[in-house]
Every structure is written in structure tokens, then in C-alpha cells.
Nanobody
């Protein structure tokens, strides 16, 4: 059974940092693109960041560029999202995703596998 499990969410003050992890099990995702999305209450799921299978290509939403960094450890089947200089508007449930293709990464329906999400709350 394929599973993506996020961890590392929590409550942090504005300006603080969090590091999210997404561990995969049930198959190896070393050849898959990995990504992060987020969804705030009453809003649609939005793209945050994506990384190619090798880690050589990364894409970020404009709203997080310069603050968030996506990385991966294929030996651990895990992808990370380092979030710095957090803002209250970053508050959302964060989801990780995986797909064989690194195309149209900003579109949620482009991703085949999803985790259950982890809550990130940034207080002002």
C-alpha cells in the first residue's frame, strides 16, 4: 500500500521556521517528482513547491520564493520543505504529492499520490 505521510507541522510565531517532512512507503519514489501544496480554510488547494526526481530542478510559487526550500533524500524516500520567515498567510494544511512526471507541477490534478496533510499555523 502506497502511503505519503507528512510530519513537522505545528504552531509558530510570525518570522519563525518549520521543517516539514514527507515520508513515502509502499514503493520507491526516487524516480518521481515530489511536491508540496497547501490549502487554507475556504480556499482552493494551491501549489507551493516541486522538485524533480534528481533534485536538479525546483519550482516555487511566487508567494514562497526566497523563504521556502524544497529538498529530497531519495535514499530515505523523503521530501522536505524548509519554511523560514513564516507569515500568518502561510497558515494552511500542507500536503505532499508525488508523480512520475515533472510537468504542470502547479496543477493539483497532475499529481497521482497525496498525503493526508499536516497543519501549519502561524500566529501574528
Amino acid at each position: 500500500q502506497v502511503q505519503l505521510v507528512e510530519s513537522g507541522g505545528g504552531l509558530v510565531q510570525a518570522g519563525g521556521s518549520l521543517r516539514l517532512s514527507c515520508a513515502a512507503s509502499g514503493r520507491t519514489f526516487s524516480s518521481y517528482a515530489r511536491g508540496w501544496f497547501r490549502q487554507a480554510p475556504g480556499k482552493e488547494r494551491e501549489f507551493v513547491a516541486a522538485i524533480s526526481w534528481s533534485g536538479g530542478n525546483t519550482v516555487y510559487a511566487d508567494s514562497v520564493k526566497g523563504r521556502f526550500t524544497i529538498s529530497r533524500d531519495n535514499a530515505k524516500n523523503t521530501v522536505y520543505l524548509q519554511m523560514n520567515s513564516l507569515k500568518p498567510e502561510d497558515t494552511a494544511v500542507y500536503y505532499c504529492a508525488a508523480d512520475p512526471s515533472f510537468s504542470r507541477v502547479g496543477v493539483p490534478r497532475s499529481w497521482n499520490y497525496w498525503g493526508q496533510g499536516t497543519q501549519v499555523t502561524v500566529s501574528s
